[in-house]
T-cell receptor, first 113, second 113 residues
């Protein structure tokens, strides 16, 4: 069965600093992968997704993620964070065969001035 | 477009009561899903549907029923509420499968006493 691990429960970053959120997945074939963001009290919004092709994908709000098959990782990055990036971030992996999406446990991002 | 709407926003139940969480979308999406979000556990898939008349179980289906009589609506029924079902419930929809971007509703916060 597919699974997703987000090893960092909470990360604190200074405004203007770079950011990397980690995501590791377990899946036998080629997965499709997503990063979603959830602001407090809100539903989730898609940041970016990977199906195939170029392993570096660009998303909204200046985020990007790199798919590394050898490391089973799909880490999210941003070169310079803004206070409005404070939120919870979820990595998710899917399977073309069973229509189910599996989410990680999330990483809460705090931005300090 | 209203997107994905959920009612109610908040609900308190007593153990053993039943209720239905409503979900509707006006984007003509074929795929709809229900998740529950619990602290430290991310989002877990309860049930999903790939089109009207077709539903299937997700990761945590016990205690919940769904039906999909129309493309627009996907209600989630709690048959006999238990304190373990205290959670935030999100409905989501997408074009033709979980591999497409899912649009999430604002959530329903349910407390079972």
């Amino acid at each position: 069965a597919q699974s997703v691990t987000q090893p960092d429960i909470h990360i604190t970053v200074s405004e203007g600093a770079s950011l990397e959120l980690r995501c590791n997945y377990s899946y036998g074939a080629t997965p499709y992968l997503f990063w979603y963001v959830q602001s407090p009290g809100q539903g989730l919004q898609l940041l970016l997704k990977y199906f195939s092709g170029d392993t570096l994908v660009q998303g909204i709000k200046g985020f990007e993620a790199e798919f590394k098959r050898s490391q089973s990782s799909f880490n999210l990055r941003k070169p310079s964070v803004h206070w409005s990036d404070a939120a919870e971030y979820f990595c998710a992996v899917g399977d073309f065969g069973n229509e189910k999406l599996t989410f990680g446990t999330g990483t809460r991002l705090t931005i300090i001035p | 477009n209203a997107g994905v709407t959920q009612t109610p926003k908040f609900q308190v139940l007593k153990t053993g009561q039943s209720m239905t969480l409503q979900c509707a979308q006006d984007m003509n999406h074929e795929y709809m899903s229900w998740y529950r979000q619990d602290p430290g556990m991310g989002l877990r898939l309860i049930h999903y549907s790939v089109g009207a008349g077709i539903t299937d179980q997700g990761e945590v289906p016990n205690g919940y029923n769904v039906s999909r009589s129309t493309t627009e609506d996907f209600p989630l029924r709690l048959l006999s509420a238990a304190p373990s079902q205290t959670s935030v419930y999100f409905c989501a929809s997408s074009y033709f499968g979980s591999y497409n971007e899912q649009f999430f509703g604002p959530g329903t916060r349910l407390t079972v006493l």
